[in-house]
Nanobody, 125 residues
Framework: QVQLVESGGDSVQAGGSLRLSCAASVDSYRSYCMAWFRQAPGKQREGVAAIDGDSSTTYADSVKGRFTISWDNAKNTLFLQMNGLKPEDTAMYYC???????????????????WGQGTQVTVSS
């Protein structure tokens, strides 16, 4: 069973930067689509960024050019570098490992996925 532990969430001012980390107990990164989702109060969960086993990346339009997703094979850790943060980026951020064949980001993953407990990001204006 995949276990995911996020860290790095914090409160920052608009324009600031944060780097989220997700320690993942996966046996083979290439078997998964690793992604970051977020959920703001009163809103549905939405996909932020994803990286496939072939290292291809996909981003939500709202974060393109500001966020960067990456994977460190040696540390089995997923990262999300967030620059130019805006108040609308305020949300709980979740690390997700998806094994469902044919999964397409940013669809909400089904049962063939594992989620971390989340880390809170708060951006003040």
């Amino acid at each position: 069973q995949v276990q995911l532990v996020e860290s790095g969430g914090d409160s920052v001012q608009a324009g600031g930067s944060l780097r989220l980390s997700c320690a993942a107990s996966v046996d083979s990164y290439r078997s998964y689509c690793m992604a970051w989702f977020r959920q703001a109060p009163g809103k549905q969960r939405e996909g932020v960024a994803a990286i496939d086993g072939d290292s291809s990346t996909t981003y939500a339009d709202s974060v393109k050019g500001r966020f960067t997703i990456s994977w460190d094979n040696a540390k089995n850790t997923l990262f999300l570098q967030m620059n130019g943060l805006k108040p609308e980026d305020t949300a709980m951020y979740y690390c997700v490992a998806v094994t469902a064949p044919g999964y397409t980001f940013p669809d909400l993953p089904g049962r063939l996925s594992a989620w971390g407990q989340g880390t809170q990001v708060t951006v003040s204006s």
